[in-house]
């Protein structure tokens, strides 16, 4: 089946430091990612829309400047956290649906990246 | 803005008995739900799909209703096993949108 690949699996960095996240589509073509940040407890929150080509589309309240999408090929998104600090602490966890897929299709989901700010 | 609620948010339950996971939603003009299963600092596993079209999904020891009017959905799990602890998360999609709504999950516990 279709698989999607996160990377790294954890980070752990000090306070001031910008971390990249990797959203791979395997085996698919993606022209549509998805990028959610879970709590402990809590529920997914859809951060942004990561469009391939264009600019990505976010969420109220969810600073573009802070989280940086990019989305330049068809099977890679990159969610950049910048000058991270110990509040963007969290699980973050991406999805992306197969552009040639029919559209009631499930997404398929990334095991997700533990960020630790110190 | 769709809201989803899952109820219990804990449960505890001896090997064998049988799971009953709520999920409510506000906003009925769903395109399909989605469960899931999720465990401790991993990713997410999709478990059943049910399109709006549809009552119920089926796989193996799990089933999945779904009520679209009165906004709810319920996932049953015969048999449990310790190896069904986990969290189970329900998410809805809306027509015209790709975007997923979750719920906050419900932490199960299978005791042997």
């Known amino acids: 089946g279709a698989v999607v690949s996160q990377h790294p699996s954890r980070v752990i960095c000090k306070s001031g430091t910008s971390v990249k996240i990797e959203c791979r589509s395997l085996d698919f073509q993606a022209t549509t990612m998805f990028w959610y940040r879970q709590f402990p407890k809590q529920s997914l929150m859809l951060m942004a829309t990561?469009?391939?080509?264009?600019?990505?589309?976010?969420e109220q309240g969810v600073e573009k400047d802070k989280f940086l999408i990019n989305h330049a090929s068809l099977t890679l998104s990159t969610l950049t956290v910048t000058s991270a600090h110990p509040e963007d602490s969290s699980f973050y966890i991406c999805?992306?649906?197969?552009?040639?897929?029919?559209?009631?299709?499930?997404?398929?989901f990334g095991d997700g990246t533990r960020l630790s700010i110190l | 803005k769709q809201e989803v609620t899952q109820i219990p948010a804990a449960l505890s339950v001896p090997e064998g008995e049988n799971l009953v996971l709520n999920c409510s939603f506000t906003?009925?003009?769903?395109?399909?739900l989605q469960w899931f299963r999720q465990d401790p600092g991993k990713g997410l596993t999709s478990l059943l799909l049910i399109q709006s079209s549809q009552r119920e999904q089926t796989s193996g020891r799990l089933n999945a209703s779904l009520d679209k009017s009165s906004g709810r959905s319920t996932l049953y799990i015969a048999a449990s096993q310790p190896g069904d602890s986990a969290t189970y998360l329900c998410a809805v999609r809306l027509r015209n949108d790709y975007k997923l709504s979750f719920g906050a999950g419900t932490t199960v516990t299978v005791r042997a």
């Open positions: 999805s992306a649906r197969d552009s040639e897929g029919a559209s009631n299709q499930p997404q398929h």
């Open positions: 906003d009925s003009a769903i395109y399909n």
């Open positions: 990561s469009n391939e080509g264009s600019k990505a589309t976010y």
